[in-house]
Antibody, heavy 120, light 112 residues
Framework: EVQLVESGGDLVQPGGSLRLSCAAS????????MTWVRQAPGKGLEWVAS????????YYVDYVKGRFTISRDNAENSLYLQMNSLRAEDTALYYC??????????????WGQGTLVTVS | QSVLTQPPLVSGALGQRVTISCTGS?????????VHWYQQLPGRAPKLLIH???NRPSGVPDRFSGSRSGTSASLAITGLQAEDEADYYC????????????FGGGTKLTVL
């Protein structure tokens, strides 16, 4: 069974930093693109970043470029999101998701339960 | 303002058929990029409902179907059930600027 467990969410002041983690199990982690998607309170889904199987390609939504960094450790079956210079508008539930296909046709086949980031 | 436009609210009676539209542009759906749909039950994580325009993952009832035409896509739900009451999101790839995944703003389905 695919399991994705996020952690690291917290209350942080504007300008602060956080590192989110996602522990993956139940599948061959290094064979999949991985993605972070966020959802602000009462709002819709928003794609944040995606990373290729070997970490050689990374893509970000425009308003997190230069502030957020997605990374992975295939030996540890873990996905990360380093978030710097946090703003109030980054407040959201952050989901880790396993992606299918390549980046241009991809979709999220499995989701974690999310970790809450509050910037205030 | 989402790149993909969905109606905020859709409703239907038990047993009826409803459709949820997802309207994009030439840089996403119109560019022949695939459309995917997710269901999010209240208080739950999203769940993949339809992938690659019209494919159901195993376990998703055949009451759910997807289609794509031109710059738009649609999710159809037949035989509405109470447990279908949820938020539904479309998602695709957008080739403008540096390329990104894009989601629709979401549609809340109410079952009457």
């Amino acid at each position: 069974e695919v399991q994705l467990v996020e952690s690291g969410g917290d209350l942080v002041q504007p300008g602060g930093s956080l590192r989110l983690s996602c522990a993956a199990s139940g599948f061959t982690f290094h064979s999949y693109w991985m993605t972070w998607v966020r959802q602000a309170p009462g709002k819709g889904l928003e794609w944040v970043a995606s990373i290729k199987q070997d970490g050689s390609e990374k893509y970000y939504v425009d308003y997190v470029k230069g502030r957020f960094t997605i990374s992975r450790d295939n030996a540890e079956n873990s996905l990360y999101l380093q978030m710097n210079s946090l703003r109030a508008e980054d407040t959201a539930l952050y989901y880790c998701a396993r992606a299918h296909d390549d980046f241009w046709s991809g979709y999220c086949g499995s989701w974690g339960q999310g970790t809450l980031v509050t910037v205030s | 303002q989402s790149v993909l436009t969905q109606p905020p609210l859709v409703s239907g009676a038990l047993g009826q058929r409803v459709t949820i539209s997802c309207t994009g542009s030439a840089s996403n759906i119109g560019g022949s990029f695939n459309v995917h749909w997710y269901q999010q039950l209240p208080g739950r994580a999203p769940k993949l409902l339809i992938h690659t325009n019209n494919n159901r993952p195993s376990g998703v009832p055949d009451r759910f179907s997807g289609s794509r035409s031109g710059t738009s896509a649609s999710l159809a739900i037949t035989g509405l059930q109470a447990e279908d009451e949820a938020d539904y999101y479309c998602q695709s790839y957008d080739s403008s600027l540096s390329g990104s995944w894009v989601f629709g703003g979401g549609t809340k389905l109410t079952v009457l």
